[in-house]
């Protein structure tokens, strides 16, 4: 009997999930949207979204800048040279030290390989060939590197996550991890991610980048923002890919 | 004498400071007595019905966005906070005045802003900088709306 009451009382923590290593992956935001915005997100013919898309990819043939090459006369077809890159972005480049996520990459292959002007951080060009690009590793699961160089930019973006900041003194772990699937007024707060962008989002009527979503919620929390690309927000990024490891790339999402 | 003199300026150049500060901020002092502010602050009258405004004003209290306050009719609110459905049966005046004025005192990992508070707050947006959430007048008229949240 008292066996049995021991064996009884081991089965819950026996049950319990193996630690945090093989964790299952948190759910993508697209989970916490209306049926409607999850089917038209899903149809290519009525994401708008794929606007962005397709004129990245004629942007990918296009010749640019005084070396008079395209995307492509580096890179070649899209669908297998990007297939499987956005996935391991930002990511640090080797030569220089720099932590780079798919614009910014974008913008040094246009100063230093098509020697080009790098294109405005939310122009509709850029937006193109990120989501673009992006499109190329749709469904394929993010694994971001965090060790080595890209270590401390890791812990910075970490930090910047659980800092409280603003006059409303919130911090993004506070919304996206304590509150994450609790109502926000009408919105779902969701965990965070960035696997849908650039994104599209109904009350921009436009798609943006994820730096713009974060400008969006240091807004709400009436915090500084920072410019587009800043490094503060690229460090932030890498820590979402991180926290988004083993998630599908859905990019273009559609976003209320 | 001497002494008596300088102690009368040096209160006076206190005041003068303390007023100077009071100024700047906009905020009254308050004391705390166990978890209430049982004083109304600057000792101003607060008005219900001003107070409904500020709670729906997605600007000002924006208290919707975390509290269903089934009285208002909102379908949406959200669910961060706990209903303020007869809030005034569970807490006394000076209890929900503390509430607003800084939830952090009593709960230091909150999520319900401090909404009279301008201190050791980090990279507040410039246009935010230095002043509360809510000016004396909201504050007071919030305390004045929740108290009318019976059963």
Redesign the interface.
């Known amino acids: 009997m008292k066996d049995l009451v021991k064996s009884l009382a081991l089965i819950p923590i026996l049950a319990l999930p193996p630690s945090s290593a093989s964790a299952d992956p948190l759910p993508s935001g697209t989970t916490f949207q209306s049926t409607a915005i999850r089917a038209q997100q899903a149809d290519e013919g009525a994401n708008p979204g794929m606007l962005w898309v397709e004129a990245g990819a004629k942007l990918w043939g296009r010749t640019e800048g005084s070396a008079g090459k395209s995307c492509a006369a580096c890179h070649g077809p899209a669908e297998q040279s990007m297939k499987g890159v956005a996935f391991r972005y930002p990511a640090v480049e080797p030569t220089t030290g720099h932590l780079l996520n798919l614009e910014t990459r974008i913008n040094l292959c246009r100063t230093k390989n098509q020697k080009a002007a790098p294109l405005a951080y939310e122009s509709g060009e850029l937006l193109g060939l990120a989501a673009f690009a992006a499109r190329q590793s749709l469904g394929l699961p993010i694994g971001v590197r965090i060790d080595g160089a890209a270590a401390p930019f890791y812990e910075q973006g970490k930090a910047f996550f659980y800092r409280r900041r603003g006059q409303l003194n919130l911090s993004c772990a506070q919304c996206h991890v304590d509150n994450a699937g609790r109502k926000l007024r009408a919105d779902t707060i969701s965990h965070g991610l960035g696997n849908g962008y650039p994104t599209y989002r109904l009350e921009w009527q436009t798609v943006g980048s994820l730096h713009r979503r974060f400008r969006a919620c240091l807004f709400g929390v009436r915090a500084v923002q920072y410019d587009f690309g800043a490094p503060d927000y690229l460090d932030l990024e890498l820590y979402l890919a991180s926290r988004a490891e083993g998630i599908a790339i859905e990019t273009p999402a559609i976003r209320p | 004498m001497r002494l008596a003199a300088t102690a009368l300026a040096l209160s006076l150049a206190f005041a003068f400071v303390n007023a100077k500060a009071r100024d700047a901020s906009g905020l009254s002092p308050f004391v705390i007595v166990n978890d209430a502010v049982p004083a109304a602050l600057g000792g101003l009258k607060g008005d219900p019905a001003r107070g409904r405004q500020i709670a729906l004003d997605r600007r000002r209290g924006n208290c919707?966005?975390?509290h269903a306050i089934p009285e208002t009719g909102e379908p949406?609110?959200?669910?961060?906070g706990p209903s303020l459905a007869g809030v005034a049966a569970r807490f006394s005046e000076g209890q929900i005045r503390l509430r607003l004025v800084d939830q952090?005192r009593l709960n230091p990992k909150t999520?319900m802003?401090?909404y009279y508070r301008i201190a050791s707050?980090?990279?507040?947006?410039?246009e935010?900088r230095g002043?509360p959430?809510l000016d004396t007048q909201e504050i007071e008229d919030l305390v004045a709306y929740l108290g009318t949240l019976g059963k």
């Open positions: 919707l966005i975390c949406f609110p959200g669910e961060i952090s999520v802003p401090s707050f980090t990279d507040v947006a410039p935010y002043k959430v």
